[in-house]
């Protein structure tokens, strides 16, 4: 993550723009680009802030890391939502997976699970090398 611009640079541009330079002058004056100009005066303007913000999370989670984990024990084939709504935490639902991420556990399907009773579904299950028919479905 990028440090953020200097108090003193924030404190240029912002009088810069108060002597009446457009943005597109002042951003080009200080080698920043437009929109973050734009940023400081609406910050400013809005609340009375030029300092820039303190970066990065909270540090604290929001997700309970035993409890999801026993959650799924619990029902193994729970979507992300589903485990979001049971812990009844106000988070994203990509939150949930990284979570699930840090404790090991994914959403993969088994590796050996029953075949299909359609037959299948895509030229994935032949052999390397095998001359096949170009279907994906057998033939009655």
């Excluded at 723009?17 to 940023?39: I, L, Y």
């Excluded at 400013?44 to 990065?56: D, L, S, Y």
């Excluded at 979507?79 to 988070?91: F, I, K």
Aim: glycine share 10%; hydrophobic share 30%; with cysteine.
């Amino acid at each position: 993550m990028a440090a953020p611009y200097s108090q003193d640079l924030r404190n240029k541009v912002l009088a810069a723009c108060n002597r009446g330079m457009q943005t597109k002058e002042v951003a080009e004056a200080f080698g920043v680009c437009r929109s973050w100009v734009r940023r400081v005066k609406q910050r400013r303007r809005e609340h009375g802030e030029t300092a820039p913000r303190k970066q990065g999370s909270p540090g604290v989670p929001k997700i309970d890391r035993t409890r999801l984990a026993r959650l799924v024990a619990e029902q193994p084939d729970a979507t992300g939502p589903e485990l979001r709504a049971r812990l009844g935490v106000e988070c994203t639902d990509a939150a949930i997976y990284a979570a699930l991420k840090e404790l090991g556990l994914t959403f993969k399907k088994r590796r050996f699970t029953r075949p299909s009773r359609t037959g299948p579904m895509s030229p994935g299950d032949e052999r390397p090398g095998k001359q096949g028919n170009g279907s994906s479905t057998p033939h009655a």
